[in-house]
DNA sequence: TTGTATGCGTTATCAC
DNA sequence: GTGATAACGCATACAA
């Protein structure tokens, strides 16, 4: 006989207890206190709509016991029981990033309004790997999962979630298919939409600036390299930079650019961050945008519409996407037998025209 | 007898079964592949330091059958046995404000490096109040509960908080003690900092933007009046803006300043996020920083040093800051008979001066 | 050194 | 209508 758990007495949960030492009140407080069995308990309690009817007069007993001691049912004995735990795990890359930081809003949102709440697990980096998510998903613990962004470089993560029994569905991933249910974005049809619009602006020398994003970024860069390729233009030496996805990635990326005997007329940067390091760079070099310099990012995220001037970018249907996935997950027609048979919608992001985009110099 | 949980048989989890279907393997089914008992399987891989010996052979062969069943501790088992659950709750106010992102990655962070894992709870807004936190709390499930940002205006909320056993602390709900153990920063000294550099730039015509964060920045805004005070300056008509806490906010509250027959010379913003809008509008309206108008603000969010031009700001000493609420929460000295002993840590934090600040016009 | 038995708080399956 | 009772997966007091 043990008892790890702090519990005073088989009396105890008496209104005036010590302050602040709450202490647990189960089933079997409520029945005594209401001289009905546990079970009658739970059948009131558990909400199960009406397995058994129940006397109006044995119900509201129970109820008032309850709120009286103040009951709260233990999620992790309901979770133990095969109930589901109403918990939505949710892993990200990188917080700090604002679009991500959206994104979780959305979930947290989509989630709430279905009653479900939010885990979130951060995988933060490389080294930390799923070490920081092991809990989260050997738990099953949570009823479904839910990844945002590429992880990819983590390849015992993805194995992990693979393997799981819950449903997981990967976000901006990228959409390469790799075991995992997935909702992505265009980013192809993103990035030749704003190749488009600086074409039509005159822009030839367009550079890029990839990031870290992995998957997402990489079709984005593919899509840039295509798109001038339809036009006819070479990637010039040093138009495509690679940055971590900082403003100072940004930054440092243009910086190098201007080194270059043909400058770009206009960047591409491959995440609205990126752009708002190049945009402050240009600034820092004297370097007038549109006029001088046209820039992109892609997310559309808060800021960018206040930016120094403010940005023309991709806009990304967070809310939709999130929706989408949060209904994989959770009325989920995600059928464990055949994964090839999962849905992988994919959403068009829309171009928003601001202030960073102009004429090309000289056309 | 019911069994809610998908089970092919006793003898599953063998190596190739459904893909995407594994199932549930328990400590039983370690036990029969090995030979012991389910308990002698629990000593092994429960991570007891020594709680009694265990010969090295079993060990060994219970381990390797672990492994190859692919065996996963079920946390809500162990939490109902009353052991930690190892997560940390989080309940943020807005996660996309940039500086709560930036703090939920250094709780994240520090709680990994203590194995910890984060829930994180959404108290987006007023409307959904404890509902998104519900499962959260009453949950119990956690070990310890992190509170990021002020509550107060979420009564229901704090009194749960209260009421509830396990350890809970505050972070950034400012500083008036209402029976939680809080960390906080010294608002005060902040704002005290910036107009005294502000001052001695020269500048007396000194406005305030207001947020939405409530309790930090009801001290701010207090500082601010205090500030002025003590240099014999009243707070003139319009220079105290309130805003929402989203550049839009900041935008429209310099706006109505320029309204004013007295402009300001310097705006003081309390969250960067705020001025990121002033600059913004500033801009918008031919106005130069710092030339004709200097502006600040507090957080130091990592877009503050890529604004344009780069921003005069309050660092806030995140890492620290958490890493003591953490201590708090799990080195725990929080000793529930007696809250008025908590330890209330107040950090300082530190004035950094970048381009958005310059000498006050015609001084 | 290992096995047996018990209980954590629930839900679900029986009887009554 | 309601009350016993058996699990859920795990950790431990106790016996062997």
């Given at each position: 006989?043990?008892?790890?758990?702090r519990r005073p007495?088989p009396?105890?949960?008496?209104?005036?207890d010590?302050?602040g030492?709450?202490?647990?009140?189960t089933?079997?407080?409520?029945?005594?206190?209401t001289?009905?069995?546990?079970?009658?308990?739970?059948?009131?309690?558990?909400g199960?709509?009406?397995?058994?009817?129940?006397?109006d007069?044995?119900?509201d007993r129970?109820v008032a016991?309850?709120?009286?001691?103040?009951?709260?049912?233990?999620p992790l004995?309901?979770?133990?029981?095969?109930?589901p735990?109403m918990l939505?795990?949710?892993?990200?890359?990188d917080?700090?990033?604002?679009?991500?930081?959206g994104?979780?809003e959305?979930?947290?949102?989509e989630a709430?309004g279905?009653?479900?709440?939010?885990v979130?697990?951060?995988a933060?980096g490389?080294?930390?790997?799923a070490i920081a998510?092991?809990?989260?998903?050997?738990?099953?613990h949570c009823d479904?999962i839910?990844m945002?962004?590429?992880?990819?470089d983590?390849?015992r993560?993805?194995?992990?979630?693979r393997?799981?029994?819950?449903?997981?569905?990967?976000?901006?991933?990228?959409?390469?298919?790799?075991?995992?249910?997935?909702?992505?974005?265009d980013?192809?049809?993103g990035?030749?939409?704003?190749?488009?619009?600086?074409i039509?602006?005159g822009h030839?020398?367009?550079?890029?600036v990839?990031?870290?994003?992995?998957?997402?970024?990489r079709?984005r860069?593919?899509?840039?390299v295509?798109?001038l390729?339809a036009?006819?233009?070479?990637?010039r030496?040093?138009y495509?930079q690679y940055?971590?996805?900082?403003?100072m990635?940004?930054?440092r990326?243009l910086?190098?650019?201007?080194?270059?005997?043909?400058?770009?007329t206009?960047?591409v940067a491959?995440?609205d961050?990126?752009?708002?390091?190049?945009?402050f760079?240009?600034?820092?070099?004297?370097?007038t945008?549109?006029?001088?310099?046209?820039?992109?990012g892609?997310?559309?995220i808060?800021?960018?519409?206040?930016?120094i001037?403010s940005?023309?970018?991709?806009?990304?249907?967070?809310r939709e996407?999130?929706a989408?996935?949060?209904?994989l997950?959770?009325?989920?027609p995600?059928?464990?037998a055949?994964?090839?048979?999962?849905?992988?919608?994919i959403?068009?992001?829309?171009?928003?025209?601001?202030a960073?985009?102009g004429?090309?110099?000289?056309?």
């Amino acid at each position: 006989m043990d008892r790890p758990n702090r519990r005073p007495g088989p009396s105890a949960a008496r209104t005036s207890d010590v302050p602040g030492a709450r202490v647990i009140v189960t089933m079997r407080d409520v029945a005594r206190l209401t001289g009905v069995s546990q079970s009658t308990v739970s059948r009131v309690l558990s909400g199960a709509p009406t397995a058994v009817p129940i006397a109006d007069d044995t119900r509201d007993r129970v109820v008032a016991a309850a709120r009286a001691l103040g009951y709260r049912p233990n999620p992790l004995a309901r979770g133990l029981r095969g109930m589901p735990t109403m918990l939505l795990g949710v892993i990200v890359r990188d917080i700090t990033d604002p679009f991500f930081a959206g994104a979780i809003e959305a979930v947290s949102l989509e989630a709430a309004g279905r009653g479900y709440n939010v885990v979130l697990g951060h995988a933060h980096g490389r080294a930390d790997e799923a070490i920081a998510l092991y809990g989260v998903l050997e738990a099953r613990h949570c009823d479904a999962i839910m990844m945002l962004g590429d992880m990819s470089d983590q390849p015992r993560l993805v194995d992990d979630l693979r393997g799981t029994h819950i449903p997981v569905v990967a976000l901006w991933e990228g959409s390469k298919p790799d075991g995992i249910a997935s909702v992505s974005v265009d980013n192809d049809a993103g990035i030749r939409s704003v190749m488009d619009h600086l074409i039509e602006l005159g822009h030839r020398r367009i550079a890029f600036v990839a990031g870290s994003r992995l998957g997402d970024i990489r079709e984005r860069e593919e899509a840039y390299v295509a798109a001038l390729a339809a036009i006819g233009e070479p990637v010039r030496d040093g138009y495509l930079q690679y940055a971590s996805n900082e403003p100072m990635g940004g930054s440092r990326a243009l910086g190098a650019m201007l080194e270059l005997a043909e400058r770009p007329t206009a960047v591409v940067a491959s995440t609205d961050v990126l752009a708002m390091g190049v945009l402050f760079e240009a600034n820092a070099r004297g370097i007038t945008v549109p006029d001088e310099l046209s820039v992109t990012g892609f997310d559309d995220i808060p800021l960018a519409a206040f930016s120094i001037p403010s940005l023309t970018t991709l806009r990304m249907p967070i809310r939709e996407m999130v929706a989408s996935a949060v209904a994989l997950l959770i009325d989920g027609p995600l059928d464990p037998a055949d994964p090839s048979a999962w849905p992988r919608p994919i959403f068009a992001p829309s171009l928003v025209i601001r202030a960073s985009t102009g004429p090309a110099a000289g056309a």
